[in-house]
């Protein structure tokens, strides 16, 4: 009886050892529990948070500041920032007047439809033999600058007007000006340059809402005018390089487009080409077609010009009128 009372007693104290191991174990996990519950509330909702994104984000979460226990600081974005402006838009540049007009792509002849062409018996050809079908045909043979208001030049429906006056019975989205071979006799250059200035207000108070061109002279072939008059109207490229850059003076002042046509036709002495004219002045056909194809690369439109209108005419008196010292050309 009394093995098997101590058997059984040493089974029970067995017992007795495991339950209250099992016990302390429990007591401990709790503790342990309420201690990381603790720190978790000490640390904040900051704190948690940047546990949570460091976890998210594929990191450990343990402490960044050497394993002192505390959350790692989460850096927010910074509110006073602002995102970098965009690129500003490039303002569009306004027309530049000093120079000759730029080429652009070609336009077809029904852009001349509602052109006026005014000047000598060069434009005259040109219109004859260009091969441009359109456009009103507003020319005089000798006509100069210094008689445009004056010289009572065409005949229209029976009666008589200066190319002015024809200019104004019609509307006219263009306006090309061409003058100055008739002058090149007179050597009075500042009565040329205050003249062209009139002319474009004058043309400009009639055709407001046309863009006005100025065609620079075509050069001309001193030696084929010797051997056809014997040059008697002293016609010389000399002058007429001054009496060009004299219209592009005007055509800047005044703010209309400039044709630089000399650089189109001048060969490497400063002359026009042998073979280009009969005369030496007048242009045959092949000529009038490559003055046209100019024409026809070298446009720009009103709005370009204007963008905000344009200048209003300072003046409509006529220019000084010297006399014509080159005959009819």
Request: charged residues 20%.
């Amino acid at each position: 009886m009394s093995g098997g009372y101590k058997g059984k007693h040493a089974a029970r104290s067995r017992q007795n050892v495991l339950v209250l191991a099992i016990v302390a174990a429990v007591a401990l996990a709790v503790i342990a529990a309420a201690v990381r519950m603790g720190r978790s509330g000490a640390a904040g909702p900051d704190s948690l948070a940047g546990n949570l994104a460091q976890r998210a984000d594929g990191s450990s979460g343990s402490p960044s500041n050497g394993g002192s226990g505390s959350a790692p600081e989460v850096q927010l974005p910074d509110q006073s920032r602002t995102d970098p402006p965009a690129d500003p838009v490039p303002e569009e540049k306004s027309y530049d007047f000093s120079q000759p007009a730029p080429e652009r792509e070609a336009v077809d002849n029904s852009y001349f439809q509602d052109a006026a062409f005014v000047g000598d018996s060069r434009t005259d050809g040109f219109m004859l033999y260009s091969g441009i079908s359109a456009g009103k045909n507003l020319t005089s043979n000798g006509l100069s600058i210094f008689k445009l208001a004056e010289k009572k030049a065409l005949t229209i429906g029976g009666k008589k007007y200066t190319l002015l006056e024809a200019l104004a019975l019609e509307e006219y989205g263009k306006v090309y000006l061409s003058l100055g071979v008739n002058e090149l006799g007179t050597y009075n250059d500042s009565a040329f340059y205050d003249s062209y200035c009139a002319a474009i207000d004058q043309i400009r108070a009639l055709q407001p809402n046309a863009v006005i061109y100025i065609q620079g002279l075509i050069p001309l072939n001193e030696k084929q005018i010797e051997d056809y008059n014997g040059n008697k109207f002293n016609l010389t490229n000399e002058h007429l390089r001054v009496y060009n850059d004299l219209m592009r003076q005007a055509a800047q002042e005044k703010q209309v487009v400039y044709l630089d046509l000399y650089s189109e036709f001048v060969d490497e002495n400063g002359a026009l080409p042998e073979g280009v004219s009969r005369d030496g002045v007048h242009l045959k056909k092949d000529a009038c077609q490559q003055w046209l194809e100019y024409l026809k690369t070298h446009t720009v439109d009103f709005d370009t010009l204007y963008p905000d209108g344009p200048p209003v005419a300072e003046n409509t008196a006529p220019g000084v009128t010297p006399e014509d010292g080159s005959g009819q050309i």
